[in-house]
């Protein structure tokens, strides 16, 4: 199968790479059969320089030119411009900046060939020639050719001032680069020489489609073969070879990757079989032992009397662990079912009772809701109860307390402690044999357990407080 991919992968980029040997081919032939067609317009690149100066175009111009001069300077020349008195700032950088501000504050009239010298652009941003005329309106014919090209009238579209004003931004920046071609408005700038052929989209979009060009307008976040200006150039590949076999990778690899995670999926599920088999024979083998153990017990049971009174508590614990191995066996055969259905459950006539028994072996401070009677699992919810209450002695911080409630049909009991764990931990604390001081083996058990009785349990704090929700809806208590 990797074979396979290989080869589409391979076929792929050849058909790229051929795509790209070909694209320069046609770019030539379009441009020379624009170049014998009819422009729209065109201009001496060298005589738009000098009509419209880089600086009288930029964007940038129009901005305050902070970067171009000594800040502290600048702001002293600004405040002696609104007083016209000094002491005014000496630096060879605000030479022409400074003469302006006072011949403005003087009424002098400063020299036509002065606005082009002083570099066109005020620190303020925008043009000299602008301010100027703000005092001197009278000149204005005279200083017209000293204006940025945004500060002046917008002039017809089909003049060279009136295609520049509108540019955007970037079109600006790779006319004044000098590009070989790019788009403005939907007409074509192609350069041949030092002169500009301006096409519109009548006139260049046959020529594309004759040999199957096509172009885009360039952004940063795309690949891009061959670009010229803001254009990307774009072979147009009406046979769809690359978009079929685009998708019949992308089909390839979609497949493959299913494949894996059934593949996974399978090895998984058999080994879950076979742990699940192993343990159903186990809990079926320790059935005998069990019930034999039973037997011995009640044999004890009936001569107790007989019995020092030496032995009276190792033949208690003898019959708790009795009790609840027969408890683990019924409850492991009950949690291996075969079809995974929620746990069965048993009516508990005074809940409050059973947990006061639960808790006697640990130091816990009890909470109750007033006691009802509830249909849970005994044995799976007291030993989720009593491994937190467990893990609370071992790894809290005392004292421990349990609290319970019901909120619509469902029981919740809460165990918590001084520690200093909360909701962040509960992903790292779930995973078995992972989390810090033992506690991810049993917390994964009782998580399993609980989500099996059809509740849920989550962590908060701090401090540190367990808590189980479980449905508990008796015919005689529903919450």
Same mark, same amino acid.
């Given at each position: ?27 030539? *032939?379009?441009? *020379? ?11 001496? =690149? ?57 011949? %403005? ?30 005092? !001197? ?7 017209? +050719?000293?204006?940025? %090209? ?66 885009? $307008?360039?952004? @940063? @976040?795309? =690949? ?37 995670? =059934?593949? $996974? ?15 159903? %024979? ?15 017990? &009640? ?10 009174? @030496? ?19 019924? *409850? ?14 048993? !009516? ?11 808790? &006697? ?9 007033? +006691? $009802? ?9 007291? /030993?989720?109860? +009593? ?24 029981? %919740? ?30 917390? /994964? ?20 407080? =367990? ?5 508990? &809806? ?6």
């Amino acid at each position: 199968m990797k074979k396979y991919v290989l080869l589409f992968s391979l076929l792929f980029v050849g058909t790229d790479t051929a795509l790209a040997e070909n694209l320069p081919e046609r770019l030539n *032939a379009v441009r *020379a059969e624009l170049l014998e067609s009819d422009s729209v317009a065109t201009y001496d =690149f060298r005589q738009l320089q000098g009509q419209f100066p880089t600086q009288l175009l930029l964007p940038s111009a129009l901005l305050p030119q902070s970067a171009t001069y000594p800040l502290k300077s600048l702001q002293r020349l600004y405040n002696n411009s609104l007083t016209c008195k000094g002491p005014w700032p000496v630096t060879p950088l605000l030479t022409q900046p400074l003469v302006f501000t006072r011949a %403005i504050c003087n009424n002098t009239v400063l020299p036509i060939g002065w606005f082009s010298r002083a570099g066109y652009i005020h620190p303020g941003g925008g043009s000299y020639a602008s301010r100027y005329l703000e005092k !001197h309106p009278d000149l204005g014919e005279k200083l017209g +050719d000293f204006l940025h %090209i945004q500060e002046r009238d917008l002039a017809p579209t089909n003049t060279a001032l009136g295609r520049l004003q509108r540019m955007s931004r970037d079109e600006i920046h790779v006319y004044v680069a000098g590009a070989e071609a790019f788009i403005s408005n939907g007409e074509l700038w192609i350069r041949n020489g030092n002169e500009y052929h301006v096409y519109d989209q009548p006139r260049w979009s046959p020529i594309l489609n004759k040999f199957d060009v096509n172009f885009t $307008r360039l952004n @940063t @976040t795309s =690949f891009c073969i061959l670009k010229s200006g803001n254009i990307c150039w774009e072979e147009e590949d009406k046979s769809h070879l690359t978009f079929y076999l685009l998708v019949g990778l992308l089909v390839v690899n979609i497949s493959l990757l299913f494949g894996w995670g =059934f593949y $996974r999926w399978r090895i998984r599920r058999r080994a879950m079989q076979e742990r699940m088999l192993v343990l159903q %024979i186990l809990t079926h083998e320790l059935r005998t032992p069990i019930a034999s153990l039973a037997m011995t017990v &009640e044999g004890f049971r009936r001569h107790f009397d007989a019995l020092p009174e @030496t032995l009276y508590d190792e033949f208690r614990r003898l019959t708790e662990d009795s009790r609840r191995l027969r408890q683990l066996a019924e *409850a492991s055969k009950d949690y291996l079912q075969a079809n995974q259905q929620e746990l069965s459950v048993q !009516h508990v006539d005074s809940f409050n009772e059973w947990v006061e028994y639960l808790s &006697e072996p640990y130091e816990v401070t009890l909470d109750l809701a007033e +006691d $009802r009677p509830v249909d849970v699992n005994i044995y799976w919810l007291g /030993t989720c109860i +009593d491994n937190l209450l467990s893990n609370a002695h071992k790894y809290g911080v005392k004292p421990v307390k349990l609290t319970s409630s019901y909120s619509n049909g469902k029981l %919740i009991v809460s165990v918590s402690d001084n520690g200093q764990l909360g909701a962040k931990d509960w992903a790292r604390l779930r995973k078995p044999f992972v989390s810090e001081r033992g506690l991810g083996l049993g917390l /994964t058990i009782v998580e399993s357990m609980i989500r099996r009785m059809g509740g849920r349990m989550k962590l908060v704090g701090p401090p540190t407080t =367990f808590i189980l929700e479980i449905p508990c &809806e008796s015919n005689s208590a529903s919450g």
